[in-house]
Structures are given as structure tokens and as C-alpha cells.
């Protein structure tokens, strides 16, 4: 079966930086994405990451490890914008296009 | 236009009635996913149309749960006799490619409420 893990909730200080984790099982695996969710929101692509390694955007970057079947998304410099849901997805086995998502990580960022 | 638009944005209905979501998605995208989430809760797939292929429900969680999408592009998801657990956010997105993985993009969602 397929099964993605991702703590629930984690708080951090303005101005810090921050690791969230994400483990997944999958048959095939076809990428991982993160996604930004707002409070009552529509959730906002941010990485996709087929390959193992790191993938820098600006103050967002990704990680992937295939074989450890792990993911992590760093924030650098947090702002309070940055309050969110951050939720890891991957697409179902045999199915590119639809996505099993974890249930996400609420990210409070406080002065 | 720009984005992926969805109505209504809020919806509250009694218990036994029907409802219909609408989707409007990116214009030229060839697919079309549903997904509910379901308060503190990932997204749950629901169901999943490319192009003129017959779509994917596999999702759906029972048969009083239906989608359309006409002309390729507007859908429309309905859920007959609803139950107070389908109170959830409804979640359209869409994505241009037919091929591979897409980055899906999200419309605002439909929060439904059953009384």
C-alpha cells in the first residue's frame, strides 16, 4: 500500500529555519511534491522532486532521499507568512496524475 | 480565467438533500481531480478526468457520490442524500499535461456543511 507520514504540528521563531519531515511508502514511486496551505485556503504547489538530492528555491528548499523513501522541506528566514499547512503528496502507484497526500504539518511561526 | 474557480464557496444543507459542487478549471488544462479534506485531515482523492478517457472514480467514497465533466472542460460533482460526514472542504484542481506527472493546481474549494 502506499502511506505518507508527516509530524502534525510544529511551532518556530520568526526569522529562523525550519525541517519538515516526510516519509512515504510507495510500490512506484513517480516524484514527491510539497504543497503550502493557508488557513482556509486552496493548497499552492511548491517543489517536485523526482531526483535524490536538494533543490534550492529561494528561501524554500527540498530534499529527497529515493531509497530512504524521505523528504524534507526547509524554510530559511521565517516570516510570519509563513504560518501554514505544509503538506507532502505523492502521485498513487500506476497513476501519475492523482495524488495520495499526507496529512500535512501546521507550521506556526511566532516573533 | 487565470486560475481555477469554484462555487459555491459555501454551501449548508440538511441532511437527505442533494447538492452540486461546480469546477472551473485552468483554461486548456486536460485534466480535472477532485479531492475532500476533511477538517485537520489530508486531501482525500475522490476522482480523477483526462480528456475524453472515461475517469477515474476510484476514490469515490459511495455511490451517492457523481461527477461530470462536460465539453472537456466545467465539472460538476454531486452527492445525493447527504450525510453530516460528508461535511468537508471540496477541493478541485486541475493540470495541463497528459503525460507523466503534473503539478496540479487548486481551486478555493467549496466548504460544505450538513446539518
Known amino acids: 500500500g502506499q502511506n505518507i507520514d508527516q509530524p502534525t504540528e510544529m511551532t518556530a521563531t520568526e526569522g529562523a529555519i525550519v525541517q519538515i519531515n516526510c516519509t512515504y511508502q510507495?510500490?512506484?514511486?513517480?516524484?514527491l511534491f510539497w504543497y503550502q496551505q493557508h488557513a482556509g485556503e486552496a493548497p499552492t504547489f511548491l517543489s517536485y522532486n523526482v531526483l535524490d538530492g536538494l533543490e534550492e528555491k529561494g528561501r524554500f528548499s527540498s530534499f529527497l532521499s529515493r531509497s530512504k523513501g524521505y523528504s524534507y522541506l526547509l524554510l530559511k528566514e521565517l516570516q510570519m507568512k509563513d504560518s501554514a499547512s505544509y503538506l507532502c503528496?505523492?502521485?498513487?502507484?500506476?497513476?501519475?496524475?492523482?495524488?495520495?497526500f499526507g496529512a500535512g504539518t501546521r507550521l506556526a511561526v511566532h516573533p | 480565467g487565470a486560475g481555477v474557480s469554484q462555487s459555491p464557496s459555501n454551501k449548508v444543507t440538511e441532511k437527505g438533500k442533494d447538492v452540486e459542487l461546480r469546477c472551473d478549471p485552468i483554461s486548456g488544462h486536460t485534466a480535472l481531480y477532485w479531492y475532500r479534506q476533511s477538517l485537520g485531515q489530508g486531501l482525500e482523492f475522490l476522482i480523477y478526468f483526462q480528456g475524453n478517457s472515461a475517469p477515474d472514480k476510484s476514490g469515490l467514497p459511495s455511490d451517492r457520490f457523481s461527477a461530470e465533466r462536460t465539453g472537456g472542460s466545467v465539472s460538476t460533482l454531486t452527492i445525493q442524500r447527504t450525510q453530516q460526514e460528508d461535511s468537508a472542504v471540496y477541493l478541485c484542481?486541475?493540470?495541463?499535461?497528459?503525460?507523466?506527472?503534473?503539478?496540479?493546481?487548486f481551486g478555493p474549494g467549496t466548504r460544505l456543511l450538513v446539518l
Open positions: 510507495t510500490s512506484g514511486f513517480n516524484g
Open positions: 503528496a505523492v502521485p498513487f502507484s500506476g497513476g501519475y496524475n492523482k495524488l495520495i
Open positions: 484542481a486541475s493540470s495541463p499535461g497528459t503525460s507523466g506527472v503534473g503539478t496540479q493546481y
